[in-house]
């Protein structure tokens, strides 16, 4: 796997919105007060021109552990300008994202807002029938702050609690801000721009600077480039 989820403990959160955004946000604040901002991507980074988008949006799903499908009443039924469903779309962001997870047997929770039902697999493309078969969350407005609380429980074994919350890990203050910017260049040569999330995230996690390559160096699929990356690191 590109991006092992034992290593980059964190939340992605996809969510359409035009249907969802206001409870997402929402979501993210709770989310981020428990686990940390950091270890929640709640939009793919800006992709840069001429880079395949669909590549990019699977780099950074692969950067996570656990999955968050927020799903209003219009999920499933979401139309673009021309009026057909943009879950039919093989380009729809949403769609990617999802597929992405499911493709990489990522778990995937289902957050249902604003009174949404879970899809049927026959309304679902076939890339996210899966999804039809996850066990789901409830998010009600009068029982906002228990129904957050059963989630934040049921990302437990997803999710690294360590140095989480709003302390500040020690392992990034011992090591140079200019250090991890170095490694994270090294590192996108590899993997792309998903790198500088890798390296923020790995800094956080190790007790020296080795640790910290050796961290960086297993987000890299291949033994040989592994090789190159750590001689360029301590070279």
Known sequence: MFLGRSRLRSIFVNYRRSDAEGESGRLFDDLADRFGAESIFMDVAAIEPGRDFRKAI??????????????????????????????????????????SALRRDIPVIPVLVRGAKMPLAEQLPDDLKELAYRNAVELTHARWKSDVQ??????????????????AAPGLAAIEAQTVERVGKELAVF????????????????????????????????????????RACRG
């Not at 997803?158 to 709003?166: C, E, I, K, P, Q």
């Not at 995230?201 to 592994?226: L, M, N, P, Q, T």
């Open 150 to 167: 059963v989630l934040i429980h049921a990302l437990g074994p997803y999710v690294d609690l360590a140095g989480t919350g709003s302390a």
């Open 191 to 230: 993997i792309g721009p998903i790198a500088e999330v890798v390296v923020k995230r790995a800094a956080k996690r190790c007790a020296s600077v080795e640790d910290f390559y050796g961290i960086a160096a297993r987000e890299i699929e291949g033994e040989a480039e592994r090789v190159r990356f750590l």
């Open 58 to 99: 699977d780099q950074s799903v692969a950067a996570c552990s656990v999955l968050l499908a927020v799903m209003g009443r219009e999920w499933l039924e979401a139309k673009d300008a021309a009026g057909s469903r943009r879950l039919d779309d093989p380009n729809d962001f949403v769609r990617i994202e999802l597929a």
